[in-house]
């Protein structure tokens, strides 16, 4: 059994979370990257494999803390919202959902963003489901 480096452990799941969700030009899917040096954020519609909107951290300017991630957040979300979009994928990258990560996605709910499931089931009608506790 091989023991997989932090770096592929992520790449592992990134591509695990990747092969379930996608964005359309409706709903985009929010790609989010976080290093030492910098925090990223696309809005990526797959289907015609563009970016309709980013947002970057500057290398110098800003802070790269989780005060820094929520104003990037913040940022990102209005500049989707200009563009008429409301609801977005998140797409964490394999990274954990805690911390700059969490922020950033808070900060882009503060503006108007809505995030959900890419591919939430619709609720089951009891009727046709043959389920006899519903009747």
Not at 14 to 28: E, F, V
Not at 114 to 122: K, L, Q, V
Request: positive net charge; aromatic residues 2%.
């Amino acid at each position: 059994m091989s023991v997989l480096s932090r770096t592929e452990a992520r790449r592992h799941r990134h591509r695990r979370i990747r092969k379930k969700i996608s964005g359309t030009a409706d709903r985009p899917r929010m790609a989010l990257s976080v290093s030492r040096k910098r925090m990223t954020v696309q809005f990526i519609d797959d289907e015609r494999g563009e970016t309709i909107a980013a947002a970057t951290s500057a290398p110098d300017r800003e802070p790269k803390n989780v005060e820094g991630a929520r104003k990037l957040g913040e940022r990102a979300g209005i500049a989707i919202v200009e563009k008429g979009v409301r609801d977005v994928v998140v797409d964490r990258g394999g990274f954990k959902y805690h911390g700059r990560i969490k922020a950033i996605v808070e900060g882009a709910m503060a503006s108007g963003l809505r995030a959900g499931s890419a591919t939430a089931p619709e609720p089951a009608d009891p009727k046709t489901t043959g389920d006899k506790e519903a009747k």
